[in-house]
């Protein structure tokens, strides 16, 4: 399988390049060359089959040439094996007449973000190892929160891989950061930046458009961008639906979605053959896809603090592969609207293009008050303790979905990961599972730098975790 870039520019590569380069070259998202289409009798066959054995089939044709088949077997059992606590990988839970959570929150770092990274780090391993290069891969990261730890688990300990992680100094939550700072392995770096999130963020910019930099340390992004985490995604699609009915059931989504890698991953989804009805982008009160949807223009409007932190973007970058589809995969129209965003802050698409898009997706906006309402009248009907996101996502599918066809909500977190905002909706504290149990009392290891690119790359180069950082 070929892949290409959004912005046209940069060289196609296969499954391992892409997975090893992150961002293409030329600033685009790389996309595959075409979409694999699975059968109605293939997807039928996946009825009863395990997740690494749904995963297998889907996830195939995206490799084939990178990856041998039997390998493939083999770090799929492993990712989606014990790694995961709940013999389904992935369960449904029915919280309404035809309303189901697709928890995904069963992972080491309990949120959806386990799924790909924990694969990802896998493929990390297997193709340094094949490519027997002397090279260890830098993986270079910012986050606000869930990204994070689930990049340092699934890298913890590798032998060709090293991790820095940058998040913004006293701005994540203690359960976040604590999930980060306590693995102790040498190959892992957590670095708190004197900044805002957005200063993280400059700086991993920063340092992967430093083109000679890159080359010098192997850099490698773990964020949503790496084609390789949608793919990742695509499988619980199938693996949901199947179990409530497709090929022979239409069945629809609901995605809390912040850059929008976890919906888009729907929308590959219904591309293969999977018939699902609608796909509803689920947001916080940070809502430019929402907004988008109604006007047709896409335009930064700064960011806002929410109950569900993981989804207070000001863009989703995710949203330039379906942008890339919206134009006829025509790279240089891509181009001309990413200026446009770069240099005024919008773009506007076509008529033809906003109605194509209002075709394939719904949307709505739920602020931090009907969280709190919906999380806890789900609570007094069901019993159900959802986190903050999830709940954005269950209130969004009330509000798009009105068809007979099955509504899944993905639950992407676990509700004890945002204790505060559950307290506050329930009046109940969520208990963290028995694998993380004594979470605070695992000493930390971090160091601090000021949000300065220079600093930043110096450390970098000196490599894993010194004897003379400060603990
Ligand atoms: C990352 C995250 C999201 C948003 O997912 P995207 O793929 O960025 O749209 C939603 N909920 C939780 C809990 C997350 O960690």
């Not at 296969?14 to 060359?33: E, I, Q």
């Not at 013999?87 to 035809?98: E, I, K, R, Y």
Request: hydrophobic share 40%.
């Amino acid at each position: 399988m070929q892949y290409i870039s959004t912005r046209g520019k940069a060289e196609a590569l296969d499954f391992a390049g892409v997975t090893l380069t992150g961002l293409a070259r030329d600033g685009g998202l790389y996309v595959p060359a075409e979409i694999p289409v699975l059968s109605a009798d293939e997807i039928r066959s996946m009825r009863g089959m395990s997740y690494a054995e749904i995963a297998f089939i889907v996830i195939k044709p995206f490799v084939v040439g990178s990856v041998k088949d039997a390998d493939l077997q083999a770090m799929l059992g492993d990712t989606y094996g014990d790694v995961f606590r709940h013999s389904a990988t992935a369960p449904l839970a029915q919280v309404g007449v035809n309303d189901w959570y697709l928890e995904l929150f069963h992972g080491p770092t309990l949120a959806f973000k386990d799924f790909a990274l924990q694969l990802l780090g896998q493929f990390f391993d297997h193709f340094t190892k094949e490519h027997a290069s002397d090279k260890k891969l830098t993986i270079l990261g910012a986050t606000s929160g869930d990204t994070g730890s689930a990049a340092i688990e699934a890298t913890r300990g590798r032998e060709n891989v090293q991790i820095f992680m940058l998040h913004p100094k006293g701005r994540v939550s203690d359960v976040q950061r604590k999930q980060m700072t306590t693995v102790r392995e040498d190959n892992v770096v957590n670095i708190a930046v004197d900044g805002t999130f957005d200063d993280c963020q400059a700086l991993v910019k920063a340092c992967f458009n430093d083109l000679a930099f890159r080359d010098q340390v192997n850099l490698t992004a773990v964020n949503s961008i790496n084609w390789a985490r949608v793919m990742a995604q695509i499988v619980y699609y199938f693996t949901s639906a199947v179990a409530l009915g497709a090929p022979d059931r239409r069945v629809s989504y609901s995605v809390p979605t912040g850059n929008f890698g976890d919906i888009f991953a729907g929308y590959i989804a219904r591309q293969m053959g999977l018939p699902i009805a609608k796909l509803v982008i689920a947001t916080n009160s940070n809502d430019i896809l929402a907004r988008t949807l109604k006007t047709g223009r896409y335009a930064m409007d700064g960011v806002s603090a929410t109950l569900s932190p993981s989804m207070d973007i000001q863009i989703s970058s995710n949203f330039e592969r379906l942008i890339f589809d919206l134009v006829g995969r025509d790279a240089d129209q891509v181009q001309t609207y990413m200026d446009a965003l770069n240099t005024s802050g919008a773009f506007s698409l076509s008529e033809n293009e906003s109605a194509h898009l209002r075709e394939l997706f719904a949307a709505d906006q739920v602020d931090d008050t009907a969280t709190l309402n919906i999380m806890h009248r789900l609570y007094k009907e069901t019993g159900y303790v959802s986190d903050p996101h999830s709940a954005v996502g269950f209130q969004a599918a009330q509000t798009c979905l009105h068809g007979a066809e099955p509504k899944i909500t993905l639950a992407t977190a676990h509700p004890a990961k945002f204790p505060e905002a559950v307290r506050q909706a329930i009046g109940v504290t969520p208990e963290l599972p028995a694998h993380m149990s004594d979470l605070f009392d695992r000493p930390e290891r971090m160091i601090t730098l000021p949000s300065d690119k220079s600093a930043l790359m110096t450390r970098i180069t000196k490599g894993g975790w010194l004897n003379g950082d400060n603990p």
